[in-house]
């Protein structure tokens, strides 16, 4: 494809499953199922939209190029990443989408690219046949209340619905053919199909309560199947911004990956965020880790560095995959937290060992200014994350461990005064009472 | 004429024991009209009474004697008396008629105040408060009127004594609401001028602490209507809250009645916005705020408390510093705490180490400010006096506590209560507690 212009992204991250070959044996049938190639990541100055896309087939594909189009700066890359989205539709059957994708160009690309009126009429028509014919199978399956071709009724409606785009109905098809689930296999093909389109709708919470029922059912699962809840539970919790729950379920998809998702994020990323030291010890020690972090060795190297404390060099590269981490669809509102979070881990990490740190080298250690890496410890300390206190004057940090005898006995003097004072608020309120009360009384009476 | 020398004559026959005492009484209440009716030419008779012997009869005396309308001449001359007796009388005969007491030391004020010497009424009152209580944990209705005499006599010191005693037991809940609040007017107000010079500054935060005490129970005692003590005492205690611990609670306990709960807030409008702009943190803001509304807080003659609060808020802050840096130039000082100059900051940073408030050196040379640890060790004697006094005081209170507790479970009206209400699972249930009292 030609040359994108002065992107300033690196490469990028995403991950995907490793060199396990072979198709899925999954039994979804579903034409939803977005396959995943295994393909190496080049790793280059520039975005490479096709590489990008390729990685990704199926409907996030299109959400993905159109995401891509919205937030990217360079305009050789918007019409790029339009131009293949528009490729993309016109296989498939959602002229919902193709519309806004044809706003989008706007014209840009030549004639070629314009709204294809006829196009889109045919494929309607297409699709009201095909749903009358669904409807009217359907219905005969009701009438003969013969439960798997009820089931597979409303499942061909739910992928009827999903290439449409109309993804409410297709949840609502496919929840619908719950009823009509006879063994776990056939639960387990609606709740993935479940959390396929609750992820595409943006609802975490059914991710997550499909995943649980998924995980409840008695039948022992196909790795594969085990590797995608845990996916879709990662996503659920990236979601909900508890990242410390979604670094674990991350962790535990291991390489059993297969074909899994592609709307899965690099576990590395949240591995960054993860707070706990031990999180991260598991992550380089984890073997199977291993295997995803070898497609990516800019992201090892960042582990790397962070662990042996080479801060500047760790943030160096924090700081160029951040414009890449922007483009991606579920990372991107976190991006910011995510990666203040992991300064402060550092900065934290930082200082444990010492009694006193001289700030300038640690400035220099970390490339900011004195003044600002004050601030930053203040902070810090404020919210009681470093036992520590500033020396303004020389520029030191000088780690301090609280009296605990002291500390102790100025508790216990307080705590006596608020008891003391307490109780006599009491005393008095109970004797007014009292006398209310006898009021109260002595005037009935 | 007659009834009268009768009644003194029994008077001085029946004072010595105490069921004389009491048979006494009975005849003296019976008389009392008569008495009241006699009262311009009471006086006289008062001389053959002495007060320290025949306490209750010179009361009812003098009660009956100052009941009608006083002038300025006679108001000295009675004042003396009144004074003489209540300095020389018997305890335990005047409390067999407390309400006689309390309106003749009521009337003793309002001729002190006539005479405009509120000063003469300060010790005569103290002594009269002592002999009416039963213990010192009584408030009686002559607190109060203690107070406002101190206030106006200007002895703020005498007036903070009584402040500082436990009050648990209250005969009327008027009387504790009006000494609440005298007692923060006379801290107020000694806060403003006199306090400096006249008391050390270590009682300033417990007479806080005491006041905030009191200006909490005033606002959540039990009311039927919100009455205007309650809502000044709610300012205060915003005010004061504010002070002492840095925030300010904005919406009462659940204990407090309902009819305070809704109607206080709106009362105090300005006060609470105050208390938000507090929480806010910025002093700039605070500043305009308490600017603009400086009219309203100062007819509340709550301008002094107001201006401590802001204050505080830099002490506050200057805290904060000490949790963070060991030392820290002046400038950034101003900086952070949002001072205007570094000499401003010194200053407070000066004031604060004299309060002893924060533990610090300051270079001036450098321009430098080293805070340091407190260097209190909890190892010396004092300090374990200290504790151990509290904890005595403490388990007395809770003793105290347990104490009420079982004699209000064995409060008829109580018993009255829980037992119609209690739950009745079973035939066998029911025991003996009927379900009326036959008092």
């Not at chain 2, 209705?141 to 206030?151: D, G, N, Q, T």
């Not at chain 2, 505080?312 to 030392?327: A, D, V």
Request: hydrophobic letters at 40%.
């Amino acid at each position: 494809m030609d040359g994108e212009d002065d992107a300033p992204k690196s490469l990028m991250e995403e991950m995907y499953a490793n060199g396990i070959e072979g198709v899925d044996d999954a039994p979804s049938s579903s034409t939803s199922t977005t396959i995943r190639k295994n393909r190496p990541i080049i790793s280059g100055e520039q975005l490479d939209i096709e590489a990008y896309a390729a990685l990704y087939s199926g409907r996030t594909k299109i959400m993905r190029l159109i995401f891509l189009a919205d937030h990217c700066d360079n305009s050789g890359m918007q019409l790029e990443a339009l131009r293949m989205a528009y490729d993309e539709l016109k296989k498939g059957e959602n002229t919902q989408l193709f519309r806004e994708v044809v706003q989008k160009i706007d014209g840009r690309l030549g004639p070629n690219y314009s709204t294809d009126a006829t196009w889109c009429a045919m494929v309607d028509r297409k699709a009201d046949q095909r749903k009358d014919k669904l409807e009217s199978e359907l219905n005969a399956y009701r009438t003969n209340l013969i439960k798997e071709s009820i089931r597979m009724g409303y499942n061909d409606f739910g992928d009827f619905y999903y290439a449409h785009g109309a993804l409410g109905d297709a949840f609502k098809s496919y929840v619908r053919t719950r009823d009509y689930c006879t063994t776990s296999k056939h639960i387990i093909q609606m709740c993935l199909s479940a959390i396929l389109v609750s992820i595409e709708m943006g609802q975490f919470a059914h991710v997550t309560s499909y995943v649980s029922k998924a995980e409840q059912t008695p039948e022992a699962l196909d790795p594969p199947i085990i590797a995608k809840l845990r996916c879709a539970a990662g996503l659920a919790h990236l979601e909900a911004k508890k990242y410390k729950l979604a670094a674990r379920k991350f962790l535990e998809v291991g390489p059993e990956l297969g074909n899994s998702y592609s709307e899965v994020i690099a576990p590395q990323d949240i591995s960054y965020s993860s707070n706990a030291f031990t999180l991260q010890n598991k992550v380089i020690d984890n073997i199977n880790f291993r295997n995803f972090l070898e497609l990516v060795p800019e992201v090892r190297e960042l582990i790397n560095d962070f662990y042996s404390s080479h801060y500047a060099s760790c943030l160096e590269y924090l700081g160029n995959l951040k414009s890449n981490l922007m483009l991606d669809i579920h990372i991107h509102d976190h991006v910011e937290t995510l990666y203040d979070q992991i300064r402060s881990k550092a900065l934290i990490q930082y200082t444990h060992p010492f009694v006193s740190v001289d700030m300038r080298m640690m400035a220099d250690a970390f490339k900011t200014s004195v003044a600002g890496l004050e601030k930053e410890l203040e902070s810090l300390i404020t919210d009681n994350q470093i036992q520590a206190r500033i020396d303004s004057h020389n520029k030191i940090l000088y780690a301090r461990h609280a009296d605990q005898r002291n500390a102790t006995f100025q508790r216990v003097l307080q705590t006596g005064n608020e008891f003391d004072w307490d109780v006599r608020a009491m005393l008095l309120r109970a004797n007014l009472l009292k006398h209310e009360y006898n009021l109260r009384a002595s005037r009935k009476i | 004429m007659n009834s009268v020398e009768g009644l003194v004559n029994q008077i001085q026959g029946l004072s010595t024991t105490a069921s004389d005492v009491l048979s006494l009484q009975n005849l003296l209440k019976q008389a009392d009209d008569s008495l009241h009716a006699e009262s311009t030419r009471l006086l006289p008779f008062l001389d053959q009474l002495d007060p320290s012997k025949h306490s209750l009869g010179y009361l009812y005396f003098l009660e009956a004697c100052t009941a009608g309308p006083v002038t300025k001449e006679q108001a000295g001359s009675y004042v003396l008396m009144i004074a003489r007796f209540i300095t020389s009388c018997i305890a335990e005969q005047i409390r067999l008629a407390p309400d006689k007491f309390i309106t003749v030391c009521k009337r003793f004020k309002d001729q002190v105040l006539l005479l405009e010497e509120p000063l003469r009424g300060v010790a005569p009152m103290l002594t009269a408060i002592r002999k009416l209580q039963p213990s010192s944990e009584h408030l009686t209705a002559l607190h109060p009127e203690f107070l406002l005499l101190c206030l106006l006599s200007r002895c703020y010191k005498a007036g903070l004594s009584i402040l500082e005693e436990d009050v648990f037991e209250v005969d009327q809940p008027r009387d504790l609401f009006l000494f609440c609040y005298y007692g923060l007017v006379a801290s107020q107000t000694g806060n403003d001028k006199h306090w400096k010079k006249v008391v050390p500054e270590s009682i300033g935060a417990s007479t806080q602490c005491m006041l905030l005490l009191y200006t909490s129970v005033v606002v959540t005692a039990p009311m039927s209507t919100v009455n205007a003590i309650a809502v000044e005492a709610f300012k205060k205690y915003i005010l004061v809250s504010l002070i002492h611990h840095g925030q300010s609670p904005t919406n009462l306990p659940k204990y407090a009645s309902s009819v305070a709960q809704r109607n206080l807030k709106n009362l105090c409008q300005p006060y609470i916005e105050l208390a938000n702009s507090y929480s806010n943190g910025k002093i700039a803001d605070i500043e305009t705020y308490v600017e603009a509304n400086k009219d309203k807080f100062e007819s509340d003659n709550n301008l002094g408390l107001v201006k401590q609060a802001v204050s505080s808020m830099y002490k506050r802050n200057i805290q904060r510093l000490t949790q963070t840096y060991l030392t820290l130039s002046l400038q950034d000082i101003a900086n952070r705490v949002q001072l205007n100059s570094p000499k401003e900051a010194e200053m407070h940073v000066l004031q604060m180490i004299k309060d002893g408030e924060i533990y610090a050196t300051i270079n001036q040379k450098d321009g430098m400010v080293r805070f340091l640890e407190d260097p209190e060790q909890y190892k010396t004697c004092e300090m374990i006096e200290h504790i151990d006094s509290s904890i005595q005081r403490l388990m007395t209170l809770s003793k105290k506590l347990n104490g009420v507790d079982e004699l209000m479970s064995c409060d008829p009206l109580y018993l009255l209560k829980a037992g119609r209400e209690r739950q009745r699972f079973d035939f066998d249930d029911f025991d003996n507690v009927p379900q009326r009292f036959n008092i």
